[in-house]
């Protein structure tokens, strides 16, 4: 019952907020209401991962916005040919969709590398130490142990990778 009540206010919420964007169709008001949305995407990727770093906000903002923007160009322009193509009654809910898969997409990449760089730290600094350099050690060699974070974070929760 909470969560319909909850889900009812946010909707009417969201409704008097696209409504007016909607009726005025402005390119600068459509854009801005997508660069929150991306902004709102981003936080709800990050918020899964157990640990972060100094710059994360922003490197995730870039990838889950700019990822979803260049493909939402494509589809609107190439794809269904939108005359204008910021035209909102297309952009606001096709840039939803895109980022609600995009989302999850980074949430799930993001969670599992950075959990295995905070977890493996100490590998990692002994692999340092004996010469290894910072790109030697991200080479997607599928018989190496050192890669496990890239099997984890290609294909998580298979170990057996690329056997499969």
């Not at 030697?136 to 142990?145: C, G, I, N, V």
């Given at each position: 019952?909470?969560a319909a009540v909850r889900a009812f206010c946010q909707l009417m919420l969201l409704g008097y907020i696209l409504v007016p ?60 040919a939108v005359q204008p193509w910021w035209e909102a009654q297309y952009l606001i809910p096709v840039f939803g969709m895109l ?66």
């Open positions: 019952l909470i964007i909607f009726k005025a169709n402005n390119p600068l008001l459509i854009m801005l209401y997508a660069i929150f949305m991306g902004t709102v995407a981003t936080y709800e990727a990050q918020k899964r991962t157990k640990y972060g770093y100094k710059d994360m906000f922003a490197h995730t903002w870039l990838a889950l916005a700019g990822s979803a923007a260049l493909v939402l160009t494509y589809g609107l322009t190439v794809v269904v980022l609600g898969n995009t989302t999850n997409g980074i949430s799930v990449g993001l969670a599992t590398t950075v959990s295995e760089l905070a977890e493996g730290r100490q590998r990692i600094e002994a692999l340092l130490a004996m010469g290894a350099t910072r790109s030697s050690d991200s080479r997607l060699d599928p018989d190496s142990e050192s890669n496990e974070h890239h099997r984890h974070g290609v294909h998580p929760g298979n170990d057996d990778w690329p056997n499969s």
